[in-house]
């Protein structure tokens, strides 16, 4: 089935958990574990037959707890930029095994979170009653050197969370201006030097095209101080972020993404946000607080044992309010 204009959909029942997912390249892999579910669940408040819309579905880690707490009767809608992200998540929320009884609906879209009412009203629906979004870089994509994420293994320098998009890293990189550049690395990405990379940038494009990540990465470094390349990440890990967020917009779309949960939620809906970045979580607090009325004063940060087992989640905060009416 295709969605209007040619957005691929797919669809089915889906039933309770699994201990496996396919990975893009077919292979069974251990189910990609997702950043505070528990409090996730506890904060949306699900229940059988809600609506519920997962606007970066990813691999599919929170839309397999939602689809088994909204059963039996309720339906799963989610999205992702990541054609290729949306392989996983199918697999992961195939119905291999469960009781019919316990089944949820699942409708699965390749579109950006923003388009979340084209989304539903593809799946027959006009409303949801739940959003959840998980914002930042999926590992999936981390972990696919030809994706241009990650400088741990050299690949193109991509970084395009849809892959249909136009501009890549290195494209973006070609044609930025320096100064707008050192903005970027600076706002984006917490650099504080961030005007002596952008210069080493933009010197090293007139000698030749930057195309590898691992180009960049080693680029990065030989601009900062001595002092500054040692730490406790690498030091072009500030670097790398800030051009993944400005190629792919990524505040931007949260803004987008944010009033278009808030139109499509009813009386009353959930609206939760996970985020890895102060200028997400800023952004996503004054909203949260401007149009609803949060579920929780402060934000839930993960707890030191999950901490342990995913040090992704260091970083992690997470924020829901209640929109339509208050909170008890």
Do not use: Y
Not at 75 to 91: K, M, N, P, T, Y
Not at 224 to 241: D, E, K, M, N, V
């Amino acid at each position: 089935m295709l969605l209007p204009g040619g957005q691929g959909m797919w669809q089915r029942n889906v039933v309770s958990n699994q201990d496996s997912r396919m990975a893009v390249d077919g292979s069974r892999q251990p189910v990609h574990v997702p950043v505070l579910l528990r409090e996730t669940l506890e904060v949306l408040d699900l229940r059988p037959g809600l609506v519920v819309v997962d606007g970066t579905v990813g691999a599919g880690g929170h839309a397999r707890a939602i689809a088994v707490a909204i059963a039996p009767g309720g339906v799963l809608v989610g999205l992702d930029r990541d054609s290729e992200i949306l392989v996983s998540a199918r697999a992961a929320l195939s119905a291999e095994a469960g009781a019919a009884s316990a089944e949820a609906r699942v409708s699965l879209h390749h579109l950006p979170f923003r388009a979340m009412r084209q989304a539903l009203a593809a799946a027959g629906l006009t409303a949801a009653d739940r959003v959840l979004l998980d914002l930042g870089v999926s590992s999936l994509q981390l972990d696919r050197p030809e994706r241009g994420f990650s400088f741990m293994a050299d690949g193109p320098l991509d970084m395009r969370m849809d892959s249909d998009a136009e501009v890549t890293a290195a494209s973006w990189l070609a044609t930025v201006g320096e100064r707008e550049l050192a903005d970027t690395l600076f706002q984006l990405g917490d650099e504080r030097h961030s005007r002596r990379i952008a210069r080493a940038v933009v010197e090293a494009r007139r000698r030749t095209p930057i195309t590898r990540t691992r180009q960049l990465a080693e680029l990065v470094v030989s601009a900062l101080p001595a002092a500054a390349r040692h730490g406790r990440i690498h030091p072009a890990t500030r670097s790398f972020q800030a051009i993944r967020m400005a190629v792919n917009d990524e505040l931007g779309e949260l803004q987008a993404g944010l009033e278009a949960a808030v139109a499509c939620l009813s009386p009353g809906g959930r609206l939760a946000v996970i985020s890895f970045h102060s200028h997400e979580d800023r952004l996503v607090k004054q909203f949260l607080r401007a149009h609803g009325a949060p579920v929780t004063k402060k934000p839930l940060v993960a707890q030191p044992a999950e901490i342990d087992q995913n040090p992704r989640s260091r970083s992690a905060k997470l924020r829901c309010a209640v929109f339509g009416e208050a909170v008890a």
